[in-house]
């Protein structure tokens, strides 16, 4: 059972940087596909990037694509999120997840997850 704790949130002004972390417990985390979400107060949580259990595969949501990256270090149980560009509109709680079903999209095929790490971006 791969658990996973978020870390790297804050407060940053629109324009700026951050880079968030997952850090996941267990052997089997270099054979499972990860991704990030991200969920606003009252909103539903939404699909921000996933990467293959190798690091080969990537995909983003198009509101991110081209300002951030996803990325994965095996040999640490890491993965982690490197947000530029961000926008007030990316305020929002961040949620790294273990992706355990493939035949539906979205956050129902994710489990394992984590507290998440609050994001600002302020104007």
């Known amino acids: 059972q791969v658990q996973v704790v978020e870390s790297g949130g804050g407060l940053v002004q629109a324009g700026g940087s951050l880079r968030l972390s997952c850090a996941a417990s267990?052997?089997?985390?270099?054979?499972?596909?990860m991704g990030w979400f991200r969920q606003a107060p009252g909103k539903e949580r939404d699909f921000v990037a996933s990467i293959s259990s190798s690091g080969v595969t990537t995909n983003y949501a198009d509101s991110v694509k081209g300002r951030f990256t996803i990325s994965r270090d095996n040999a640490q149980n890491m993965m982690y999120l490197q947000m530029n560009s961000l926008k007030p509109e990316d305020t929002a709680l961040y949620l790294c997840a273990v992706r355990n079903r493939f035949d539906v999209l979205g956050a129902s095929a994710y489990g394992n997850w984590g507290q998440g790490t609050q994001v600002t971006v302020s104007s």
């Open positions: 267990g052997r089997t985390f270099r054979s499972i596909a």
